[in-house]
């Protein structure tokens, strides 16, 4: 499956954020700057890229940076697999059309490897491991020596197996090495005039499944048919998380009043029973990035 196209649009976007402590951030366009200009000088001197790329505001960003950067030499790959879903897909498709990138879609296959179905904390190693592999054959076959993904300086602190898979296979993360953090990014896609720049954080379907409970197609499909339900509610930031008969609603905190109303909840009813689920909950802690993690820092404690 393959998707390409050759339009090219070159914009800059000069910005910087500096937090200080719970005050709003900073603006420091120079400083942004110069991290901006740092990256395209680390692009152009890779020569030729293949771009591991979701369509999430980090890929996205760097594969826009890429075709700024390569040009024709800089192409964006994205996973054909059941644990990304259509919409993001189609999003991907649509940025990649309106920006000029060169696209096309690599099926993996993680889903035959029983390390990865059963879905330990070291999951996302596997889907990733998959992904940069089969991304090394194309270049192989191609003559395209280096990947690149879209890791920022934010994400080393937090718990992602997937950086060693990236290690292994020596995948690149430019956004590291310019230094920018995930809020800078949101700044520069902003004023690139990127749409991804406010698009909520997102991840695999995979990553709704508690550890220990094997992924399969079905129940990531399940979580996606929940997942789209709620998005036409009008909510824009929640996750579906599949605990087996029950479901765990994340709603993100600015939302959370919304959420809370005895109609909604039986509209939640409606959705979610349908699926195959006995019990439908609302987390009252709301949203929150890698909460399915919480579970691997309570065992630490232990």
Same mark, same amino acid.
């Given at each position: 499956?393959?998707?390409?196209?050759?339009?090219?649009?070159?914009? *800059?976007?000069?910005?910087?954020?500096?937090?200080?402590?719970?005050?709003?951030?900073?603006?420091?366009?120079?400083?942004? *700057?110069?991290?901006?200009?740092?990256?395209?000088?680390?692009? #152009?001197?890779?020569?030729?890229?293949?771009?591991?790329?979701?369509?999430?505001?980090?890929?996205?960003?760097?594969?826009?940076?890429?075709?700024?950067?390569?040009?024709?030499?800089?192409?964006?790959?994205?996973?054909?697999?059941?644990?990304?879903?259509?919409?993001?897909?189609?999003?991907?498709?649509?940025?990649?059309?309106?920006?000029?990138?060169?696209?096309?879609?690599? *099926?993996?296959?993680?889903?035959?490897?029983?390390?990865?179905?059963?879905?330990?904390?070291?999951?996302?190693?596997?889907?990733?491991?998959?992904?940069?592999?089969? =991304?090394?054959?194309?270049?192989?076959?191609?003559?395209? %020596?280096?990947?690149?993904?879209?890791?920022?300086?934010?994400?080393?602190?937090?718990?992602?197996?997937?950086?060693?898979?990236?290690?292994?296979?020596?995948?690149?993360?430019?956004?590291?090495?310019?230094?920018?953090?995930?809020?800078?990014?949101?700044?520069?896609?902003? =004023?690139?005039?990127?749409?991804?720049?406010? #698009?909520?954080?997102?991840?695999?379907?995979?990553?709704?499944? &508690?550890?220990?409970? &094997?992924?399969?197609?079905?129940?990531?499909?399940? %979580?996606?048919?929940?997942?789209?339900?709620?998005?036409?509610?009008?909510?824009?930031?929640?996750?579906?998380?599949?605990?087996?008969?029950?479901?765990?609603?994340?709603?993100?905190?600015?939302?959370? *009043? #919304?959420?809370?109303?005895?109609?909604?909840?039986?509209?939640?009813?409606?959705?979610?029973?349908?699926?195959?689920?006995?019990?439908?909950?609302?987390?009252?802690?709301?949203?929150?990035?890698?909460? =399915?993690?919480?579970?691997?820092?309570?065992?630490?404690?232990?």
């Amino acid at each position: 499956m393959l998707a390409c196209v050759g339009r090219r649009v070159i914009i *800059a976007g000069m910005a910087t954020l500096v937090a200080l402590g719970n005050a709003a951030p900073i603006l420091h366009p120079e400083t942004l *700057a110069a991290k901006e200009q740092a990256l395209f000088a680390n692009l #152009r001197a890779l020569g030729r890229v293949l771009v591991a790329y979701s369509g999430g505001t980090d890929s996205a960003y760097l594969a826009w940076a890429a075709v700024q950067a390569l040009g024709e030499n800089a192409v964006a790959i994205t996973a054909d697999s059941a644990s990304i879903p259509e919409s993001h897909k189609r999003d991907a498709e649509a940025f990649a059309e309106q920006f000029g990138i060169r696209h096309e879609y690599i *099926a993996t296959n993680e889903f035959d490897n029983p390390d990865y179905v059963a879905n330990n904390p070291d999951r996302c190693f596997h889907c990733k491991d998959e992904l940069f592999r089969c =991304m090394q054959e194309v270049g192989q076959a191609r003559g395209f %020596v280096h990947i690149v993904y879209g890791v920022n300086v934010d994400d080393l602190g937090d718990y992602r197996p997937g950086q060693n898979a990236a290690k292994i296979h020596e995948a690149k993360a430019p956004l590291v090495e310019a230094g920018l953090t995930k809020a800078e990014i949101r700044e520069l896609s902003r =004023m690139a005039g990127l749409p991804t720049w406010d #698009r909520p954080a997102s991840a695999c379907l995979s990553s709704r499944i &508690p550890y220990g409970t &094997p992924v399969t197609i079905q129940n990531v499909k399940t %979580v996606e048919k929940g997942e789209e339900e709620i998005r036409a509610l009008g909510f824009r930031q929640f996750r579906v998380r599949f605990h087996e008969r029950l479901v765990r609603i994340e709603i993100a905190r600015d939302e959370l *009043a #919304r959420a809370l109303d005895a109609e909604m909840a039986g509209r939640f009813v409606a959705i979610f029973k349908p699926l195959g689920f006995h019990y439908v909950t609302l987390d009252l802690e709301g949203y929150r990035q890698g909460a =399915m993690n919480e579970v691997l820092g309570l065992a630490r404690k232990q």
